[in-house]
């Protein structure tokens, strides 16, 4: 089956949401086509802190009702290090800005729902979903689906499916440059239905390795800890991970931390990449696909909206005007907020982890660093405006 449609997204993220209801609302046809189930996108946990950039998207998109309802307004975050907890004021340092614990998982829901009600078109479960020809003007997208081969004609192909997504990989090797940093440890993640350690996120330095306490609600956690990469998910029952947790924070949080069954265990590597450019002739790039940040400042879901932000404005101006200088601009203008993003999520990771390459030394740097960081104002502004997020 073969048909004609302006735009074809490729996956079923928050990019390829967020991108799906602009262009909709912007009267532009664009076809979602994700490989997994509705479910399994659902099932999946990963980010929870969102920018202010981020939830004006979300609003733009007309779907933040439940985010305002529910998502929890955090002024401030904590580093832990030596014993001490020590508070950034981000509002106070950032002329009252602040970041919204809310989590993809509901971002994507209120999304999908979103896209649902406003009759956007969606494919899941889509095999095989190949770009064609995007180095001239009559690209297509193929797919099979209930044992059918389909073909989508469109204008625009926007790769929006994720770090091992299919769009940057059909890029020719000439065309592209990457630059990327594999770090050697990763994080292992808990979800728990217990009452989160503190009303903020505390990032915690300690000699045996990097800790996170953070938060989906006032009754649900999310706490991570720095692992080796090579570590196995059956190695770490419940009561181990809590032990590891509660010894690398401050005396005060492994006191009051109420542990309880995992609902949710992982481990993640961690990984900087980027991929340039965005803009293949009629394919663009946009979210995981193009960039992976260590998800130290909690960038990677907010680097996603930032992409679809110029995107949006580029493929409204492409479609209405018939203009192709913002497309011409895109790589170059989301890019460059991508590689501040990059180096803030890079300096966090190496503040905040044990290298197993630095040994003692690493750690006295970091530890001065850290009380440079929380007694200057100037750093801890730096620190702040960072972590709220740069302008769009
Ligand atoms: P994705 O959310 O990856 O969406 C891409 C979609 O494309 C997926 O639904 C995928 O199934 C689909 N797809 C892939 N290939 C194909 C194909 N061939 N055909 C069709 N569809 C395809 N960020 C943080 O800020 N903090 C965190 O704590 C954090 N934790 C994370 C944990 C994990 C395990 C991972 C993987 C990421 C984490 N991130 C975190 C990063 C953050 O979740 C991502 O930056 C965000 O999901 C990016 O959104 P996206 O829409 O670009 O990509
Ligand atoms: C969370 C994830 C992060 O990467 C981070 O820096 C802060 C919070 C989270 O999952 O809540």
């Not at 989508?152 to 990457?178: N, W, Y």
Request: charged share 25%.
């Amino acid at each position: 089956m073969s048909r004609r449609v302006q735009a074809v997204i490729i996956g079923s993220g928050p990019a390829g949401l967020i991108l799906s209801q602009l262009l909709l609302h912007a009267g532009i046809e664009a076809v979602i086509l994700e490989r997994r189930s509705q479910d399994h996108v659902l099932g999946r946990i990963r980010a929870g802190v969102l920018e202010q950039g981020m939830v004006e998207m979300l609003e733009r998109a007309q779907c933040a009702q439940r985010l305002h309802a529910e998502g929890l307004v955090h002024g401030g975050i904590n580093l832990a290090f030596g014993g001490e907890r020590h508070r950034i004021d981000l509002a106070t340092l950032t002329d009252g800005k602040h970041v919204t614990v809310y989590g993809q998982t509901e971002v994507t829901r209120d999304l999908m729902e979103a896209r649902a009600h406003d009759g956007g078109e969606s494919v899941y479960e889509a095999a095989d979903v190949t770009p064609h020809d995007f180095d001239g003007d009559h690209p297509y997208v193929t797919y099979r689906k209930g044992g059918a081969e389909h073909r989508l004609d469109c204008d625009i192909i926007a790769g929006c499916d994720g770090f091992h997504g299919i769009a940057r990989q059909s890029v020719p090797e000439a065309a592209i440059t990457t630059y990327e940093r594999i770090y050697p440890f990763g994080w292992l993640g808990v979800m728990a239905d217990v009452r989160p350690v503190n009303d903020e996120i505390i990032y915690a330095n300690h000699p045996k390795g990097f800790a996170l306490c953070s938060m989906r609600s006032k009754t649900r956690s999310r706490y991570y800890v720095q692992v080796p990469v090579e570590e196995k998910l059956e190695d770490w029952p419940d009561q181990r991970f809590w032990d590891e947790l509660r010894s690398r924070l401050d005396p005060q949080a492994a006191e009051s931390m109420i542990i309880g069954p995992s609902i949710e265990k992982s481990i993640a590597p961690l990984r900087s990449f980027v991929a340039e450019p965005l803009r293949f002739g009629r394919l663009v790039l946009a979210g995981d696909a193009a960039h992976i940040v260590a998800p130290t400042g909690a960038k990677g879901l907010n680097l996603a909206a930032s992409d679809i932000y110029y995107l949006h404005e580029a493929l409204v101006a492409y479609f209405k005007d018939g203009s192709d200088a913002a497309l011409a601009a895109y790589s170059g203008r989301a890019l460059a907020r991508v590689w501040k993003a990059m180096r803030f999520s890079w300096w966090m990771t190496a503040l905040m982890h044990r290298f197993p390459d630095t040994g003692a030394f690493g750690q006295k740097i970091q530890e001065a660093e850290l009380a440079y960081l929380v007694s200057s104002t100037a750093a801890s502004t730096s620190l702040a405006e960072n972590y709220v997020g740069l302008p769009f």
